[in-house]
């Protein structure tokens, strides 16, 4: 989950917490809300940590390339 999908989740969740008054039988719109905002903020955490990791960790150097050439004289030309 990204960052921006926790807080469209979070955002979401503080509408049917806070804003929202309906009553469906069965469901608590409000509990859903917090729990909708609770799972963003999971993410959220998430989220910063792994990019937090990701910054510190250095790539290993890159392998050592040793190149060799190697020339050959001509041929010696001909004459006639």
């Known amino acids: 989950m990204t960052i921006g999908g926790s807080l469209a989740l979070i955002i979401i969740g503080a509408i049917l917490a806070y804003a929202v008054d ?3 039988s069965g469901v608590d719109i409000r509990v859903v809300g917090i729990i ?3 799972g963003g903020l999971a993410g959220l955490v998430i989220g910063i940590v792994r ?4 910054r510190r960790r250095v790539p290993p150097p890159p392998p050592a390339v040793r190149e060799e050439r190697y020339y050959e004289d001509p041929p010696p030309r001909r004459t006639y």
Not at 51 to 54: R, V
């Open 22 to 24: 309906l009553d469906l």
């Open 36 to 38: 909708l905002m609770i």
């Open 51 to 54: 990019i937090a990791t990701a």
